[in-house]
Structures are given as C-alpha cells and as structure tokens.
C-alpha cells in the first residue's frame, strides 16, 4: 500500500533542481507532498487532484500522472531551506499512506 | 488557535508499563490519525478515526488502542509497552478525507521503552 519514492536521497548545491519520483501501485485520485525538518513534524506542501492543473509552493512545483499512477515533484533553483525529507501521501478509502520518504539536502 | 496538540513531548517506560498519548484539535477537524515513525519505515498509520464515536484500524494497530468520544480528542492507549513500541509518534487530522485539503500534524511525542 504505501508508495514508493525516488531517489531516497540526494545532495544538491543551492541553486540545483531536483526532482522527487512518487509510485503507487492503486489508481491516484489525489496525491500530497509534505517536507519534514530533522527533529520536526510533517508539513504540508500541496495537493494535486485527478484532473486538476499543476500546483506549486515557492519554487516547489508538482505533477500528476494518472495513467502511470506516478507523482514528481519538481525543486527548481534550490534553496538551503529546502533541506529535509519529502513525503508523497495517497489516500485509500478511509486511509492514507505516507511514501518511503526522500532526503534532500542542499549545500552551500 | 492551537491548532494540533500533543502531550507529553518526551517519554520514557519500562516494558509492560501503559500510557496514554494526548492529541486536542481547536480546528473542529473531522478526521484524526496516529502515525508512528521510525528510521527507514517512513510513517505508519496506527488508528485513525472519521469523527467522533467512530475509529478504526490502520497498518500497525497491534498493542494500541484509542477511542473518539468528542470530536476534539483522540488519544493513543499503550496497553502493555514493548521495546518494539519504541518511536516517534504524530497525531494528524484534516477537516474530512478526501476532501482536499492537507493534513496539520501535532509536535509529536518521542517515546522510548526500556
């Protein structure tokens, strides 16, 4: 059930893209992006429904593939502020599942 | 507002030794949820809940047990604490699944089992 992320980490300097891979072996109707600090809790980031257009949040943007059941996230011209873990989130029926998690971290 | 609110923050038990983790929410939130995280597992659903007098169970929900008798809390029971219970947990709640919006997470509570 729980979505698998890709890559589980990587290591950026500022000013690099990135971008997060999110698969889900059940059909997507919406997906969301949290990023979580060491030592902190989840924040939410952006939801993308079925059929919905592209979102973003500062630099952060996001897609929805229905048909390959995937969603990436797109980090452009990163910031040391974006370091952290990003988590894709997929809710099933009443549940909702957390992905593998990815470690971003950004260096001077 | 408060928002999401966890008690305590920090905790340490002895195996067999029960507790009881607090999550309060002023957002009037239908939907409430524990998740467990530890290294390399990512988070796991523990018990969730649609509103109150209403819960369920999630992915792990073996040695917890919780209940929604308003719509403001829900707490997490240890029955018998076991080192393997040892974690990080969040409470996390959302106006109503699937309805579009994201999920506000409590602080946490670090619990240890020794």
């Known amino acids: 059930q729980q979505p698998v992320q890709s890559p589980q980490a990587v290591i950026l300097r500022e000013g690099e893209d990135a971008v997060i891979n999110c698969s889900s072996s059940k059909a997507l109707y919406s997906v969301h992006w949290y990023r979580q600090k060491h030592g902190e809790a989840p924040v939410f980031l952006m939801i993308?429904?079925?059929?919905?257009e592209q979102m973003r949040h500062e630099k952060i943007s996001a897609s929805f593939n229905e048909k390959k059941q995937q969603s990436s996230l797109y980090l452009t011209a990163s910031q040391l502020s974006y370091s952290g873990t990003y988590f894709c989130?997929?809710?099933?029926?009443?549940?909702?599942?957390f992905g593998t998690g990815t470690s971003l971290t950004v260096i001077p | 507002n408060a928002g999401v609110t966890q008690t305590p923050k920090f905790q340490v038990l002895k195996t067999g030794q029960s507790m009881t983790l607090q999550c309060a929410q002023d957002?009037?939130?239908?939907?409430m949820s524990w998740y467990r995280q530890d290294p390399g597992m990512g988070l796991r659903l523990i018990h969730y809940s649609v509103g109150a007098g209403i819960t369920d169970q999630g992915e792990v929900p073996n040695g917890y047990n919780v209940s929604r008798s308003t719509t403001e809390d829900f707490p997490l029971r240890l029955l018998s604490a076991a080192p393997s219970q040892t974690s990080v947990y969040f409470c996390?709640?959302?106006?109503?699944?699937?309805?579009?919006?994201?999920?506000?997470f409590g602080s946490g509570t670090r619990l240890t089992v020794v």
């Open positions: 989130g997929i809710p099933t029926g009443n549940q909702f599942y």
């Open positions: 993308l429904l079925k059929g919905g």
């Open positions: 996390a709640t959302v106006p109503g699944q699937g309805k579009g919006y994201g999920y506000t």
């Open positions: 957002m009037n939130h239908e939907y």
